[in-house]
């Protein structure tokens, strides 16, 4: 298992154009990933997800979801984690599993432990891809931007 993380992970030399196709096919994997989970949700829980109230013209949310949120977790929950696996090799995929885990305990608690936890191990694979966390925050900012004004319509 730590072979198949650390060969997903190694980082390459990306174009540009590898850059914007590594953002977006990160955001379609998520984008599939949490719509068979809202689907499975709500065939399961007729509800609907908890906590995910109607905010479609909330500016507040929007700035502190797709402006703030994204700089700061990207720089503790990916940043931080990739420095300490850079300094201690042997750290790197226990930093990656413990911080997605992590960044999913955050969004909502444990039960969205997997579903943001597969998000913030995609969030780390595109900061590995690309080798910038500036991408990484930008792919955050798309992602939730997505998540608050378009998942809202499904």
Not at 120 to 129: N, P, Q, T
Request: aromatic share 16%; glycine share 6%.
């Amino acid at each position: 298992m730590e072979k198949l993380i650390l060969y997903l992970f190694k980082p390459e030399e990306a174009t540009f154009v590898q850059k914007v196709k590594n953002l977006f096919a990160m955001i379609l994997l998520n984008l599939i990933w949490v719509v068979f989970i809202i689907q499975m949700y709500q065939y399961l829980i007729p509800r609907g997800l908890p906590g995910m109230p109607d905010r479609r013209n909330d500016f507040q949310v929007f700035f502190w979801a797709c402006l703030i949120a994204p700089f700061w977790e990207e720089l503790v929950f990916r940043y931080l984690p990739r420095k300490i696996g850079d300094v201690a090799p042997k750290l790197m995929v226990p930093m990656i599993i413990v911080s997605s885990i992590l960044f999913g305990l955050i969004h909502s608690g444990v039960p969205s432990i997997l579903i943001q936890g597969v998000i913030g191990f995609s969030f780390f694979w595109l900061y590995m891809k690309n080798g910038s966390i500036v991408w990484t925050m930008l792919a955050h900012a798309l992602w939730n931007l997505i998540v608050i004004f378009g998942l809202s319509y499904l």
